[in-house]
């Protein structure tokens, strides 16, 4: 009888940590701070991301890989990192400048761009952990925010935490093990969250 017994054991095991990675507490936290006046969400410009973990790259590695996703997503269309840089330097803007404030320098993005919103984040928190046999898996919390480029306003904002032992499904297939993929994953997670709330609006 216990022989017959392993093999079900077995699966039902590797059922449970199939469905761990969908458990309650995974998805991103979003919360609408105004509604958006403006009508629509077509044209978007991301900031340089702020970073507040040790790892000296971790902001723009993440500004970058949400850059890109958003792109991917083709849900508005997206201002090239170049052209925000160049902007940045001819109104000798640091990042932190814009996540201190402030009505005018939005306001001259919206007109130098002609944006509807401005996206803006922070990195709180990265680095690795073990888990189980598992040694060096990266995680991150990451903070974002949505921003109307016509009164400076705040849209929503988002909080995602995830570790790369989150996408366990089964042993250790699924462990995201390298720190690009986690931002990609994250990323990933915060558009879709915000598509699913329908905060984007162009036709």
Not at 88 to 95: A, D, H
Request: proline share 4%.
């Amino acid at each position: 009888m216990m022989r017959g017994r392993l093999p079900n054991l077995f699966f039902v095991g590797i059922a449970w940590l199939s469905l761990s990675a969908c458990l309650p507490g995974s998805a991103p936290e979003t919360h609408k701070v105004s509604a958006f006046s403006g009508g629509t969400v077509c044209r978007i410009a991301v900031l340089p991301f702020l970073n507040e973990s040790r790892e000296k790259e971790a902001g723009d590695l993440m500004y970058r890989i949400f850059l890109n996703e958003l792109t991917a997503a083709g849900i508005g269309e997206v201002v090239s990192e170049g052209d925000v840089r160049q902007f940045m330097v001819l109104f000798r803007q640091l990042p932190q400048d814009f996540h201190a404030t402030s009505s005018p320098i939005m306001a001259q993005l919206m007109e130098h761009f002609d944006v509807d919103a401005i996206v803006r984040g922070r990195i709180a928190e990265y680095g690795t952990e073990s888990a189980g046999q598992d040694a060096n898996i990266p995680y991150v919390a990451l903070q974002v925010e949505m921003v109307s480029a016509k009164d400076g306003a705040r849209l929503l904002s988002t909080f995602h935490r995830r570790g790369g032992n989150d996408y366990r499904k089964a042993l250790h297939f699924g462990v995201v093990r390298t720190k690009t993929g986690l931002f990609a994953k994250v990323s990933k997670e915060v558009i879709d969250n915000w598509r699913v709330k329908g905060e984007f609006s162009c036709p």
